[in-house]
């Protein structure tokens, strides 16, 4: 029955009424169109813009109401596009099966049958029927056990989700098993789907399952694509969880990669898919998805993030977003800004492919990227957290961060993190190093001082230091210490400490404060991630490399006299002087490491020449040649302490004295339990502060280590430790840097490497001449020492006696003032126990003997 | 455009030179000097010193080379140092620490060297009464052996010679007579020593000073085979090493090295600038001297005009 094309409408066969055809009405073909009224199918063919209908087709087979069709636009945000398309691929596939069916019809060449004797055919169609069976059977069991795991799960249901919404505190303790905090990771988006702007899900679908209202919780087609895709390259490229098999898994907390979590996954994902609608599924996995620095849901995302309320985030602020849900630590912008910005252009590229976009707003992507780069990697939701031990915490949770993949302690909760740390010392800390401050700047020892800017006028010694150093890039890097510019302003720049104590037998963590009063604006954790200048701190690492080297002997003189070296490319010659100004003539290496003497300790580094500077320097700091790469400047400048370090690697430096010249490497997690009861990690499998360097290492020998010590025991002697009515044994060193911006104290005594450091957090600022490490941080160290020997009850423990250094004589007359030597004796290495012909008293014998000696 | 870098690299030299600070570069010697033969940098600082008019390098300079000469005991230079350029110094109160090192190795007091030490500083023809009032009230030799060096360091030699001449034999030992006569290079030296040598009461270790300084004035003027005589009878009797390091240096002004150094394994001696440079000739792993050492050897020959430095320098 042919038709013409004008009326626009069919008289359907099943109902007889007129339905409508296609817009625009093909021109040829065969399609096969649902009445609007009944549902019922046709087979219609066209030709030259006319119809005729083919053939009715039964009303059971392949039904697509239009019901259907409403309810899926009704949910679908992606709107008629999606559906539009689903309608042009529709009749496009139809036409090629037809196509290809007449095109194999006219190839189709029968082939000559050849009867099979009966047996062999019931043989064949028995082998066939058992295999069906036995793949009906599988299909069947299968079915029936995902039935039932479905139905179980359908009773766990309602209480998985509502256990979804809380979460166990995750406990770090000390190393007496006291509790120093909780880690409530989880704050989650309590909002409404409706609450989400449009395009927010829009973009969320379109990242991570763009099927998904069409299919049934497993994508059936899109985990066929990525199973190809990752078969092809070998290993795993693509994923193909639907928004209901995360949601699944977020529910299961559960990462293991294990066929059985899988099986449980599609069971609770296809139990969702039945019990709850699209729209509650997809409420949920936007309210709990974890979308990194401890926020939960596209809510919080959208807050820590941007700092908006969700109605106001723009479309590309949603992409972002939407990309984090697959690797929230990974993609996080503030972390990983580069990998970040990658993923988010990687996605805009792909839906300008697929028409959903039309460009990339690149300008919009870059000031999104500027205003994270003025925020720290480390922050998270939790901004204004109080508790005793903020830094202790904020150590595990960037250790955390790092921690490994399988397992998500930031989504999971309820474990357990065994530390170092020693609370009786920890606790009190805060308050003395807070107490302390405000007392040496309310009596005027320390007065907080402007200092001029490096442009144009550069300090003489910062000239005089770069042009020491002939690469230029060198220099610029050592200037930009000094680069003002690089400050923040606006934040309130209070004088600050930063303490870090640590076992030298064992590189434990024993107590740690990283500057004043922990808050949102001021997490940054001085005691280990802070460099600065060391000033003086640096000379027991030159001494000690000289003495291990063979290089100098306690016996040894040096001419305490001003030098001057040549500037280089115009740049003003360069002076070291001592801070007094003043000089002795010829001292020992003893007094000269006691009264801190800059000409001596440049003229110990031009003595041990730059080969021993570089291996002695890579063996106490940059084992990791990438490391010294970036931060080793072999140059003269380093014996006055130009090199930047942080307190705990100077605390860790200095352990060797203490521990027979052996480095542990410092570490303050013993131990992560697992809820479940296992240990899922044990201190030394990771190099916790990437620092670079082995579990231990040994940088002098045990005698030179010894004799170290003895030197330190004097040079904290003359320090004022002591001020402080601390009057423990003490081994160590000051440091003060150029208009002393950073105040050191480094020091030992047993069972106890303690570096203090204090200073302003902007290097605009010094702290006027009372700023001297001798002065403030000497007598800060002491009353920590006090506190410690208080907490542990271990107070007037002495070092222990030498057994590898030896007693050798001296020449007489030397300025020398050690402590623990035998009378006119200094210690010495084994190997450097000659002594050089004593000088003096042969001039007095000469001078006696043979006057006439000195005039010829 | 294309001579543009060469003229560049040119100007850039030419500005260099200008720039360039020979007070600095000679300082630059010493202290390279300093690590290995510190005694051989004095001289080099002491001519950058005069060469340079920038206060603050005089101060680094003229505070280095002042503990220098304390370290060597080189005390009447110290004293003329300090009194040159105290203002510059930044020595604390080192200086009377340095005194009292003095007193203690010439073993004189602190009191009787402060009464003299203002006249022989002034010391002129006036002040030579003063100086032979302290001498002969103190009676004491350290103190004339003191004022003997320091006199001889500022070359008022006839100063010295009128004072040993007033002085009795119990204060100024005729071998003290005998070496100023051989620093003046006094005609009657030889005369004066055999005169001297004739007496019978003589020690052997005066005989053997009184041939050590005829050696000595014999080898000043170039009589060699003599001056060897006189060493050789020094050594036997009374100081072995003595002799033996001035034949040694004997032989070196003679061009014969390898004689000199088998003679015997001669001692470092800090305080020396001859027998250290015999020392390190004659150091069986060289056996040269390293040319760092010409330009100190240089100034030595420029203030002291020695043969044994002369030859030296024609080994560099």
Same mark, same amino acid.
């Given at each position: 029955m042919n038709a013409s094309l004008s009326l626009k409408r069919f008289v359907c066969p099943h109902c007889k009424k007129? $339905?409508?055809?296609?817009?625009?009405?093909?021109?040829?073909?065969?399609? %096969?169109?649902?009445?609007?009224?009944?549902?019922?199918?046709?087979? +219609?063919?066209?030709?030259?813009?006319?119809?005729? +209908?083919?053939?009715?087709?039964?009303?059971?087979?392949?039904?697509?109401?239009?019901?259907?069709?409403?309810?899926?636009?009704?949910?679908?945000?992606?709107? =008629?596009r999606q559906f539009q398309t689903k309608g042009r691929t529709f009749f496009r596939s139809l036409r090629e099966r037809v196509q290809q069916l007449n095109a194999s019809n006219q190839r189709w060449d029968p082939p000559k049958r050849r009867v099979p004797p009966r047996e062999k055919v019931f043989l064949r169609l028995g082998s066939i029927f058992w295999i069906c069976l036995f793949l009906l059977t599988v299909m069947v069991v299968a079915f029936a056990y995902l039935g039932t795991g479905i139905l179980q799960t359908k009773s766990e249901l309602s209480a998985m989700l509502t256990d979804l919404s809380k979460s166990k505190p995750t406990k770090i303790i000390d190393r007496n098993g006291q509790v120093l905090s909780e880690i409530f990771q989880k704050r989650i988006s309590t909002l409404k789907l409706s609450d989400y702007p449009e395009h927010m899900i829009?973009? %969320?679908?379109?990242?991570?399952?763009?099927?998904?209202?069409?299919?049934?919780?497993?994508?059936?087609?899109?985990?066929?694509?990525?199973?190809?895709?990752?078969?092809?390259?070998?290993?795993?490229?693509?994923?193909?969880?639907?928004?209901?098999?995360?949601?699944?898994?977020?529910?299961?907390?559960?990462?293991?990669?294990?066929?059985?979590?899988?099986?449980?996954?599609?069971?609770?994902?296809?139990?969702?898919?039945?019990?709850? $609608?699209?729209?509650?599924? /997809?409420?949920?996995?936007?309210?709990?998805?974890?979308?990194?620095?401890?926020?939960?849901?596209?809510?919080?995302?959208?807050?820590?993030?941007?700092?908006?309320?969700?109605?106001?985030? &723009?479309?590309?602020?949603?992409?972002?977003?939407?990309?984090?849900?697959?690797?929230?630590?990974?993609?996080?912008?503030?972390?990983?800004?580069e990998t970040s910005r990658e993923r988010l252009e990687a996605i805009f590229r792909s839906m300008k492919e697929r028409g959903i976009l039309t460009d990339i707003p690149r300008n919009e992507i870059n000031e999104i990227y500027t205003g994270f780069a003025t925020r720290s990697p480390n922050e998270t939701v939790f901004g204004n957290r109080q508790e005793t031990? =903020?830094?202790?915490?904020?150590?595990?949770?960037?250790?955390?961060?790092?921690?490994?993949?399988?397992?998500?302690?930031?989504?999971?909760?309820?474990?357990?993190?065994?530390?170092?740390?020693?609370?009786?010392?920890q606790k009190n800390l805060e308050s003395l190093v807070s107490s302390y401050l405000q007392t040496i700047q309310k009596n005027g020892t320390v007065k907080k001082t402007y200092l001029r800017k490096n442009t144009p006028e550069l300090p003489r010694e910062v000239l005089a230091l770069k042009s020491l150093i002939s690469d230029s890039s060198l220099a610029i890097e050592l200037s930009s210490g000094m680069d003002f510019s690089k400050i923040d302003s606006s934040v309130p720049d209070t004088l600050q400490s930063a303490i870090i104590g640590l076992n030298p037998n064992t590189g434990e963590i024993l107590f740690l404060h990283g500057g004043d009063k922990f808050h949102s604006q001021n997490q940054y954790n001085r005691a280990i991630?802070?460099?600065?200048?060391?000033?003086?701190?640096?000379?027991?690492? /030159?001494?000690?490399?000289? +003495?291990?080297?063979?290089?100098?002997?306690?016996?040894?003189?040096?001419?305490?006299?001003?030098?001057?070296?040549?500037?280089?490319?115009?740049?003003?010659?360069?002076?070291?002087?001592?801070?007094?100004? $003043?000089?002795?003539?010829?001292?020992?290496?003893?007094?000269?490491?006691?009264?801190?003497?800059?000409?001596a300790a440049v003229q110990v580094?031009?003595?041990?020449?730059?080969?021993?500077?570089?291996?002695?320097?890579?063996?106490?700091?940059f084992p990791d040649k990438i490391e010294k790469s970036r931060r080793f400047r072999n140059d003269l400048s380093l014996a006055l302490g130009s090199l930047e370090f942080s307190p705990l690697e100077m605390a860790s430096a200095y352990s060797a004295f203490l521990n027979e010249g052996k480095i542990f490497r410092p570490y303050l997690i013993r131990r992560i339990i697992h809820p479940d009861g296992h240990i899922i990690y044990e201190s030394g499998k990771q190099d916790e502060f990437q620092l670079g360097v082995p579990q231990e290492r040994v940088v002098v020998s045990p005698d030179t280590a010894e004799v170290m010590l003895s030197l330190l025991k004097d040079s904290a002697k003359s320090s004022s430790v002591f001020?402080?009515?601390?009057?423990?044994?003490?081994?160590?060193? &000051?440091?003060?840097?150029?208009?002393?911006?950073?105040?050191?104290?480094?020091?030992?005594?047993?069972?106890?490497?303690?570096?203090?450091?204090?200073?302003?957090?902007?290097?605009?600022?010094?702290?006027?001449?009372?700023?001297?490490?001798?002065?403030?941080?000497? =007598?800060?160290?002491?009353?920590?020492?006090?506190?410690?020997?208080?907490?542990?009850?271990?107070?007037?423990?002495?070092?222990?006696?030498?057994?590898?250094?030896?007693?050798?004589? +001296?020449?007489?007359?030397?300025?020398?003032?050690?402590?623990?030597?035998?009378?006119?004796?200094?210690?010495?290495?084994?190997?450097?126990?000659?002594?050089?012909?004593?000088?003096?008293?042969?001039?007095?014998?000469? $001078?006696?003997?043979?006057?006439?000696?000195? %005039?010829? | 455009m294309g001579c543009g870098k060469p003229l560049f690299l040119v100007s850039l030299l030419?500005?260099?030179? %200008?720039?360039?600070?020979?007070?600095?570069?000679?300082?630059?010697?010493?202290?390279?000097?300093?690590?290995?033969?510190?005694l051989f940098s004095i001289p080099l600082y002491e001519r950058s010193l005069q060469a340079s008019s920038d206060p603050k390098f005089q101060r680094i300079v003229a505070t280095r080379l002042y503990y220098l000469y304390r370290k060597f005991r080189k005390y009447p230079d110290l004293l003329l140092h300090y009194s040159r350029y105290k203002s510059l110094l930044t020595i604390g109160s080192e200086h009377e620490s340095a005194i009292r090192d003095l007193c203690r190795d010439y073993k004189i007091s602190s009191e009787d060297f402060y009464r003299l030490y203002p006249v022989l500083f002034r010391a002129n023809f006036e002040e030579i009464g003063s100086i032979l009032e302290i001498l002969t009230q103190t009676e004491s030799k350290n103190l004339l052996t003191f004022a003997y060096f320091?006199?001889?360091? &500022?070359?008022?030699?006839?100063?010295?010679?009128?004072i040993l001449f007033y002085l009795p034999e119990s204060i100024a030992s005729p071998v003290l007579k005998i070496g100023l006569l051989v620093k003046m290079n006094d005609e009657n030296t030889i005369e004066v020593i055999n005169r001297y040598l004739e007496r019978e009461e003589l020690t052997n270790k005066e005989k053997s000073d009184a041939l050590f300084l005829l050696g000595q004035y014999l080898m000043q003027n170039g009589n060699y085979s003599e001056a060897e005589k006189a060493f050789t009878m020094s050594q036997k009797l009374y100081d072995f090493s003595r002799g033996i390091r001035e034949k040694g240096k004997l032989l070196v002004l003679q061009g014969r090295i390898e004689e000199a150094c088998n003679l015997g394994n001669y001692p470092r001696r800090d305080f020396s600038e001859s027998d250290q440079l015999l020392y390190i000739l004659c150091n069986p792993s060289s056996r040269k001297i390293p040319p760092e050492l010409k330009d100190s050897v240089q100034i030595l020959l420029e203030s002291e005009n020695t043969r044994f430095y002369q030859a030296v320098l024609t080994l560099l």
């Open positions: 007129k $339905s409508r055809l296609p817009q625009p009405v093909p021109e040829s073909g065969l399609f %096969l169109i649902t009445c609007a009224f009944c549902g019922g199918k046709t087979l +219609i063919r066209f030709d030259n813009h006319e119809y005729c +209908i083919e053939k009715p087709i039964s009303r059971n087979v392949g039904s697509f109401s239009d019901e259907q069709q409403v309810d899926s636009k009704k949910r679908n945000p992606l709107g =008629p829009t973009a %969320l679908l379109n990242v991570e399952d763009k099927n998904f209202y069409s299919h049934g919780g497993v994508d059936l087609k899109a985990l066929t694509r990525a199973a190809f895709t990752n078969l092809l390259h070998m290993k795993y490229k693509q994923g193909a969880s639907t928004i209901t098999q995360q949601l699944a898994r977020i529910m299961l907390n559960d990462r293991k990669k294990s066929l059985a979590r899988k099986w449980k996954e599609l069971e609770l994902a296809l139990a969702l898919e039945t019990y709850l $609608s699209k729209d509650e599924i /997809l409420e949920y996995y936007m309210n709990h998805v974890y979308l990194g620095h401890g926020a939960y849901g596209f809510g919080e995302a959208i807050k820590f993030y941007f700092h908006k309320n969700p109605s106001e985030i &723009t479309r590309t602020e949603a992409f972002l977003l939407a990309s984090l849900a697959s690797a929230p630590n990974r993609n996080s912008p503030l972390r990983n800004p031990s =903020p830094y202790i915490t904020e150590s595990v949770r960037i250790f955390l961060n790092h921690f490994t993949e399988n397992i998500n302690i930031y989504e999971q909760g309820g474990f357990l993190i065994e530390t170092t740390i020693q609370k009786d010392i991630q802070m460099r600065r200048q060391t000033g003086s701190s640096i000379k027991p690492i /030159l001494y000690a490399a000289a +003495i291990n080297s063979g290089v100098l002997t306690t016996a040894d003189r040096i001419l305490d006299a001003p030098l001057i070296y040549r500037g280089v490319q115009g740049l003003p010659n360069w002076t070291p002087d001592n801070h007094s100004k $003043s000089y002795e003539g010829e001292i020992s290496l003893r007094y000269a490491l006691v009264k801190s003497k800059n000409t580094a031009e003595k041990l020449g730059t080969s021993n500077l570089d291996f002695y320097f890579s063996m106490f700091f001020r402080s009515g601390y009057r423990g044994s003490v081994a160590g060193k &000051t440091g003060t840097t150029n208009d002393y911006r950073d105040a050191w104290f480094i020091g030992l005594k047993p069972g106890l490497s303690l570096a203090v450091w204090i200073g302003f957090d902007n290097p605009r600022y010094g702290m006027g001449p009372g700023g001297m490490g001798g002065r403030i941080a000497a =007598p800060l160290w002491g009353e920590i020492a006090k506190l410690a020997d208080r907490e542990l009850s271990s107070p007037g423990k002495d070092f222990p006696k030498y057994s590898h250094a030896v007693p050798g004589k +001296i020449c007489p007359n030397l300025k020398s003032n050690c402590g623990d030597c035998p009378p006119g004796m200094e210690w010495f290495t084994r190997d450097n126990l000659k002594l050089d012909s004593c000088t003096f008293t042969e001039y007095e014998r000469d $001078s006696r003997k043979e006057v006439l000696q000195e %005039l010829f | 030419l500005l260099d030179s %200008l720039h360039a600070d020979p007070a600095l570069s000679i300082y630059e010697k010493g202290y390279r000097l300093e690590k290995d033969y510190s320091f006199l001889i360091s &500022t070359k008022k030699l006839e100063e010295l010679r009128t």
